[in-house]
């Protein structure tokens, strides 16, 4: 065969996950970087799967969504940091929240394609250590000076400056098109679709409860690396219910009639890091590795939200799984019917809830509340932005990798920008 003649597709195997615990912002790991996070979860990776030796992974994708100038290089200067082979080729990836997911399907592709036999993806993000920009003006000022031609002009230049332009200009969770945070635009999309309070905080008790039970049968052992004295995701109540939850005041919509958004049913700023093996079924069995399961579809989707959530409308920000879903599955000629368990990432309970809604008026069956999110998700365990891809999807291969019989499981994502990342997991 010539070497341009194209090959048949490969099946992507999930081989294994790692990730530190997640920690609320401004806590633990306050100090601690992107890349020390990425790299702490990539050690955990390389050393549960002996993955030190030379040329041992084809290459490494990871992204983060609030990077310094320093982590332009972000995936390579990991490599290069960690116990991984210096040799190991990397890059950086981002889609915002789905990031994660996105390397994830990134790597795939390459795998199915037969351009590595392995790779390793995933992500990290602090809202601690966000980067703080020059406030424009002073930038602007800055620029001139260093373009000027003489001592004169330079030193007239910089006469521009005032005290108000050392103020720097600090990182909002807002869209850039609308000004609104994202807890606004979610809370815009609850009225929409009419989600109550009560039915959020028990999504969100409940996501508590089912992680803190995770924990307490040993489901993260294997998946989970202690970082800076952590060895649980700080977020965590274990005590969480409907009743305590009811007890907080709303934080987003209160430009609204009965507001139901609050601390408690919505994702706090987290630091934290995630990454995924994933391979080829031969590079699996040369090294004695079962997989956990195949990643056998993935779909991306992008709604209006300026004109959605402006308009009071159903197309929220939050809100393109509820069209990448339907066309993955019609594409994969399954229903939700078809699946075991369904991995919903709850950056809100009210977009988790709204999401849920959509499906249903797009013609999909209802998602049984038993199969959703068992080991609990983000408003337990928070939602390192870039991170949150791969934590789902090694936590749901190995959800599957428990059950006796072949299983399926499906994953949404959705991304500020009007983005969702989506994807299908099986175990055969």
């Known amino acids: 065969m010539s070497p341009l003649e194209p090959t048949a597709v490969r099946r992507v195997a999930i081989i294994g996950g790692s990730r530190i615990p997640f920690a609320r912002s401004d806590g ?19 050393e549960r ?23 332009f290089n972000l995936a390579r200067e990991t490599v290069l940091g960690s ?23 990134a790597a795939a592709n390459k795998i199915a394609l037969g351009q590595t036999r392995s790779a390793i993806a995933g992500g990290a993000d602090t809202a601690s250590d966000a980067p703080l920009g020059v406030n424009d003006t002073l930038r602007k000022v800055l620029l001139e000076a260093r373009r000027a031609k003489s001592l004169g002009a330079r030193v ?48 969100a008790a409940t996501s508590h409860q089912r992680l803190a039970a995770a924990y307490e049968r040993g489901f993260f052992q294997d998946l989970v690396v202690p970082f800076r004295g952590l060895a649980r995701d700080q977020n965590l109540r274990p005590g969480s219910t409907v009743e305590k939850l009811a ?32 391979a080829s079924e031969e590079w699996a069995e040369e090294r004695g590795l079962e997989p956990l399961a195949h990643l056998t579809a993935y779909e991306t989707a992008a709604v209006d939200f ?44 009210s977009q988790v809830l709204a999401t849920l809604a959509a499906w249903e008026k797009r013609g999909l069956a209802p998602v049984d509340r038993a199969r959703l999110n068992v080991a609990g998700s983000s408003l337990a365990t928070g939602h390192p932005f870039a991170a949150t891809g791969a934590r789902i999807v090694a936590t749901l291969a190995k959800l599957l990798a428990e059950r006796d019989a072949p299983a399926r499981g499906l994953i949404s994502v959705c991304a500020a920008g009007g983005q969702g990342v989506t994807a299908i997991l099986e175990r055969a």
């Open 49 to 71: 799967y002996g993955l030190h030796e030379p040329g041992a992974v084809g290459e490494f994708v990871a992204g983060a969504v609030l990077k310094h100038s320093r982590d």
């Open 306 to 349: 300026v004109a959605g959530d402006v308009a009071g409308g159903e197309d929220g920000l939050l809100m393109a799984p509820a069209y990448a879903v339907p066309r993955m599955l019609e594409r994969a000629g399954l229903g939700m019917e078809d699946f075991d368990l369904v991995e919903v990432h709850e950056a809100f309970a």
């Open 247 to 278: 007890a907080l005041k709303p934080v987003f919509g209160l430009d609204g009639p009965e507001p139901t958004m609050t601390a408690g049913n919505s994702t706090p700023l987290t630091d934290g890091a995630a990454v995924v093996l994933l």
């Open 156 to 203: 007239k230049a910089l006469a521009k400056v005032r005290p108000g332009h050392l103020v720097p200009d600090i990182p909002r969770n807002a869209e850039p098109r609308t000004g609104l945070s994202m807890g606004e635009h979610a809370a815009v999309t609850a009225r929409a679709w009419g989600i109550g309070r009560e039915a959020q905080d028990e999504l």
């Open 83 to 105: 116990a991984l082979d210096a040799r190991t080729p990397a890059y950086d990836i981002q889609q915002a929240c789905g990031t994660g997911l996105q390397a994830v399907v």
């Open 28 to 46: 633990p790991y306050a100090t601690a970087s992107n890349q020390e996070m990425l790299t702490a979860a990539l050690d955990g990776l390389v």
